[in-house]
């Protein structure tokens, strides 16, 4: 008892710790005097007016820390860039440091509060783990969403980009048309390209980038085409014209696929929240008659083996109802 008393304190004062350096890195990460540092000094060397909101998206996409010692540390992390590129993607401007941070901070008040209702150390790292994954699974419910948007945003934008070129505009300054007259976050993307350029960035280099900081199918095929009319010439408006005839298609179908796939999704949501609420309708009614899965190793075993198998029947629901278009 005495032992596990003492590693309560431990955890718990871990956990308050990183959760006030989780709080600080993500205050730090927007209202630094680095992050201020750098936005004026771009804003200097910027032709543009937007150089501030640019200077941001680049310094959080380049430092993985407000920390030197900190940022020296995670840049020695295998493939850590991949995790900083899908915060970049999610636009929701958290640093690599922040967001583990917030993963520890969860992970150990959780671990702390199951521990103290004697729930069994399995049990208690598992749900710990969970909550872990909170952050995580918002920022990749983020990402996808801001793709969504873009996607829904694109067609408008490569019309606009068409027009422009037949009234006479360079590619160059339609792609600023797109950034100062269509509304966010297409226009946030398309702008930090034009900036890019406007910094001696190549033109397939810039585009290129916003291919990757934007993983979305449709944008890629606009990325394609615009490289591919550089080497081969041709009429870009028309083709631009066709590609945002075929985005808005291709959004229909999406459209139909979702409303045909509604009836499963639904299933899978009922059938992974039922068992959570009819355990819990049972303990209100009688808190005894589940305590046996909570205190029996048995039991425990059995809960163990359950969550297992409906996550893998989630898994498996969710891949029957995704369908790519």
Do not use: C
């Amino acid at each position: 008892m005495i032992g596990t008393y003492y590693l309560f304190i431990v955890l718990g004062v871990l956990a308050v710790v990183l959760l006030m350096e989780g709080l600080y890195l993500a205050w730090n990460a927007r209202r630094g005097a680095q992050a201020r540092s750098i936005a004026r000094r771009l804003e200097t060397l910027s032709a543009g007016g937007h150089a501030p909101d640019v200077a941001r998206k680049l310094s959080r996409r380049r430092a993985l820390s407000d920390f030197g010692w900190l940022d020296s540390l995670l840049l020695a992390v295998p493939r850590i860039h991949v995790l900083d590129r899908l915060l970049v993607q999610s636009g929701i401007g958290l640093s690599v440091a922040t967001l583990l941070g917030l993963t520890l901070a969860a992970f150990g008040l959780a671990l702390v509060l199951l521990l103290s209702l004697n729930l069994g150390l399995s049990l208690a790292l598992a749900g710990a783990l969970a909550v872990g994954g909170l952050p995580w699974l918002i920022v990749i419910n983020q990402r996808q969403k801001r793709i969504d948007k873009i996607d829904s945003q694109l067609p408008d934008a490569l019309d606009l980009i068409g027009r422009a070129l037949r009234a006479g505009h360079a590619f160059q300054g339609a792609l600023q048309m797109v950034a100062t007259e269509s509304p966010e976050p297409v226009a946030g993307e398309f702008r930090i390209t034009f900036d890019e350029i406007n910094f001696g960035v190549p033109l397939d280099a810039a585009l290129t980038n916003l291919a990757t900081r934007v993983p979305s199918t449709d944008l890629r095929y606009f990325v394609i085409a615009v490289l591919i009319h550089r080497e081969t010439g041709g009429n870009l408006a028309e083709l631009l014209d066709n590609l945002s005839h075929l985005m808005r298609e291709r959004m229909k179908l999406r459209g139909t696929i979702r409303v045909l796939s509604a009836e499963g999704k639904l299933s899978a949501w009922i059938l992974g929240i039922l068992p959570f609420a009819l355990a819990g309708l049972l303990n209100a009614v009688n808190p005894g008659f589940m305590s046996i899965l909570f205190l029996d190793p048995t039991g425990r075993q059995l809960l163990a083996t359950s969550l297992v198998l409906m996550l893998f029947g989630a898994i498996w629901l969710w891949r029957l109802t995704k369908i790519r278009v």
